[in-house]
């Protein structure tokens, strides 16, 4: 059985070079080889089924197989379907479907699907990088099948559509489309299908790459799509208009379009008090903020101006760098790559020792630092507090992009001092306001403005006033559900 059967005619033109490969199977069940053979890929198959269902099946009812129908009619699995396409059979073996040829039927090919989900799989579905304090802990796994099936459960309605589609030259990757039928733009849907039916790429590793290769602008340093691995988070934008795309071995799901704002809104924001909830959302705008902008702000006063400063503050500064032989640059991009240095060595080692290292790491080069007299201490402080400020960031990518933007703002500030963050604070404004988001401006509502969406923006007003979905994604159904009513209150006196 182990050994390729070199009988197959037709059937050995079509698996040629399948046959290459050690993990693959050609064999026949009964000893007349021509009668029946059937190849599959081991490391695709559930082998159990098999040996338990499939070859039974076939070797208990050998009388009655002279057509295909007739091997459709007696094997026990939902997805047996029948081809003469070549092509088509070897794209559904790569997918984990066992082929069945019967010798008296040239030609044709019964393909049932016998996929191992399981294997190489996670069984844990905890999120890792998004971290809950208050709501569900679950989140999506490598798996599409499964990820499809956790939020059917979230949202079960016939109104949910899936598509799905195949991206990969090579991988042959399946993506899937999820979107809300009724509330959903068809235009939106409509321009996510095209996109990625116009995508040519050999291999698809993550749902990551699709947001690089489809977006508006590839060149941009912001995401312009929101990326997620929570459950919870995906089905609020699918509900709320947006439409959803999984991949096939990603644990992470993309939703579209996106606006800024989005990307530092937190779910527990839905969990908590409305002012509970804004006053968090509120603190993460000013953190970042201050992480973009507190080092250059050093740099240009410590530079050009430090009229700027009261004179109970000029005393403290001057003490902190007069060892310092550097310029206030200098001492800021090396504390800001060696915090950065740090980051990255605690993200790549395993956790507890990624945890030691960055404690001890930076403490130690820290003390160090100021005691050689290589950088103040007060510019320490700032340093430290920007990349804690950088870390209130619920998405990673977003937090990616407010490490590197500190960088220009800090080589300006030190070539113009104020000027300088000046036009590159009008620079960046103005590259926010042109990018979009699958034909959706990014910047809404801050720009274009709509009045409309500002009770979800900054701040989260109580759901008592906010039961309309994001009018900026232009949805079929604008009402999310129908606040209840203080005069309308029936309780129990």
Request: aromatic share 10%.
């Amino acid at each position: 059985m182990d050994q390729p059967n070199d009988n197959g005619r037709g059937t050995d033109d079509l698996l040629a070079q399948a046959r290459k490969s050690t993990d693959f199977h050609l064999f026949s069940p009964f000893e007349d080889d021509d009668f029946i053979q059937i190849a599959f890929y081991r490391s695709l198959v559930s082998e159990e089924k098999v040996t338990h269902f499939l070859l039974p099946a076939i070797q208990q009812h050998r009388n009655r197989l002279h057509r295909p129908d007739d091997l459709r009619g007696i094997l026990p699995f939902a997805e047996v379907v029948q081809t003469t396409e070549d092509q088509e059979a070897m794209a559904k073996i790569m997918e984990g479907h066992v082929l069945i040829r019967l010798g008296s039927a040239e030609g044709a090919y019964i393909l049932v699907n016998l996929e191992n989900q399981q294997l190489g799989q996670r069984q844990s579905n905890n999120t890792e990088n998004e971290f809950s304090v208050v709501g569900p802990k679950t989140g999506f796994v490598e798996n599409l099948d499964t990820n499809l099936h956790l939020l059917r459960q979230k949202l079960p309605t016939p109104e949910l559509i899936m598509e799905t589609l195949t991206v990969g030259s090579h991988s042959k990757t399946k993506v899937a489309i999820a979107y809300l039928e009724g509330v959903t733009n068809p235009e939106i849907v409509r321009t996510m299908k095209q996109r990625l039916s116009d995508l040519d790429f050999e291999v698809l590793y993550d749902t990551s790459q699709l947001e690089e290769i489809i977006a508006d602008n590839s060149n941009s340093l912001f995401p312009l799509y929101l990326s997620s691995e929570r459950i919870d988070r995906i089905t609020y934008a699918i509900t709320s208009g947006q439409v959803a795309v999984f991949s096939n071995g990603s644990p992470y799901a993309m939703a579209a379009p996106a606006n800024l704002l989005g990307f530092f809104i937190s779910p527990e924001d839905y969990y908590l008090p409305w002012v509970l909830g804004s006053f968090f959302r509120f603190i993460r705008i000013l953190s970042v903020m201050f992480s973009i902008f507190a080092t250059p702000i050093y740099v240009a006063v410590m530079t050009f101006h430090y009229e700027v400063l009261p004179e109970s503050m000029l005393g403290p500064l001057i003490l902190s760098r007069i060892h310092v032989p550097f310029p206030p640059v200098v001492e800021v991009i090396f504390l800001e790559i060696t915090i950065d240095l740090l980051r990255e060595a605690g993200a790549r080692l395993p956790s507890k020792i990624g945890q030691t290292l960055g404690i001890v790491g930076g403490i130690v080069i820290g003390e160090a630092s100021v005691q050689a007299a290589l950088t103040s201490n007060i510019l320490l402080i700032i340093v430290a507090l920007s990349a804690l400020a950088s870390f209130t960031t619920p998405i990673f990518k977003m937090a990616n992009t407010i490490r590197l933007l500190r960088f220009p703002f800090i080589m300006l500030a030190a070539f113009w001092g104020g000027l300088g963050i000046t036009a590159g604070f009008l620079v960046l404004i103005g590259h926010l306001i042109r990018l979009k988001s699958l034909g959706m401006p990014y910047f809404v509502p801050l720009y274009p403005f709509r009045t409309g969406n500002l009770d979800d923006s900054i701040f989260r007003a109580s759901y008592q006033y906010s039961p309309h979905r994001s009018l900026f994604l232009r949805p079929l159904s604008a009402i999310r559900y129908r606040p209840r009513s203080r005069k309308e209150d029936d309780d129990a006196e």
